[in-house]
T-cell receptor, first 112, second 115 residues
Framework: GENVEQHPSTLSVQEGDSAVIKCTYSDSASNYFPWYKQELGKGPQLIIDIRSNVGEKKDQRIAVTLNKTAKHFSLHITETQPEDSAVYFCAASIYGNYQLIWGAGTKLIIKP | GAGVSQSPSNKVTEKGKDVELRCDPISGHTALYWYRQSLGQGLEFLIYFQGNSAPDKSGLPSDRFSAERTGGSVSTLTIQRTQQEDSAVYLC?????????????FGPGTRLTVT
């Protein structure tokens, strides 16, 4: 079955710098890749997603890139701010399957 | 509008007791998921309800776990004869559509501690 690996498990960056979180997936049939942000004491919340017919998607300071050949996708956050501190999860889904396969999460720490 | 709500927010129980966790999805959402999140870990799928169809129970870790969804809305997750390894945050999510590629809206979770 599908497996999603996420790196790094913890990422500490200076406020204003960029942060990059990477995920790899195993099943080439996967074609939907969302990213969720989980703040302390809350449930995860979708921040951006990408489908396999697109190589990159941007929304203000966040962007996601997808490399289908290498089977990896990345989350990019530019001009990081204190409110970006959270745990970020990537996930993958195979077309026709409602289940999301989740990465283990990355704790992002923004240093003032 | 109102989001997904879960109750209780925290539950401490003794080993061997039964617990019930409740999820109120967003009104009109047809799909409902239960996940378990152990400390510092990712999300472990437990069960999926889709409209009036039979639920997908493939993620339930043992027969001590069960869930139901009444009237296509509220769902309860029941854990019988709780064990210490059941300690985790239990998350519920709902989605406006069944199938593939739709956003899941999560509740704040129930933190279960088994002593």
């Amino acid at each position: 079955g599908e497996n999603v690996e996420q790196h790094p498990s913890t990422l500490s960056v200076q406020e204003g710098d960029s942060a990059v979180i990477k995920c790899t997936y195993s099943d080439s049939a996967s074609n939907y890749f969302p990213w969720y942000k989980q703040e302390l004491g809350k449930g995860p919340q979708l921040i951006i997603d990408i489908r396999s017919n697109v190589g990159e998607k941007k929304d203000q300071r966040i962007a996601v890139t997808l490399n289908k050949t290498a089977k990896h996708f990345s989350l990019h956050i530019t001009e990081t701010q204190p409110e970006d501190s959270a745990v970020y999860f990537c996930a993958a889904s195979i077309y026709g399957n409602y289940q999301l396969i989740w990465g283990a999460g990355t704790k992002l720490i923004i240093k003032p | 509008g109102a989001g997904v709500s879960q109750s209780p927010s925290n539950k401490v129980t003794e080993k061997g007791k039964d617990v019930e966790l409740r999820c109120d999805p967003i009104s009109g959402h047809t799909a409902l998921y239960w996940y378990r999140q152990s400390l510092g870990q990712g999300l472990e799928f437990l069960i999926y309800f889709q409209g009036n169809s039979a639920p997908d129970k493939s993620g339930l870790p043992s027969d001590r776990f069960s869930a139901e969804r009444t009237g296509g809305s509220v769902s309860t997750l029941t854990i019988q004869r709780t064990q210490q390894e059941d300690s985790a945050v239990y998350l519920c999510a709902s989605s406006p559509e069944t199938g593939h590629g739709y956003e899941q809206y999560f509740g704040p979770g129930t933190r279960l501690t088994v002593t």
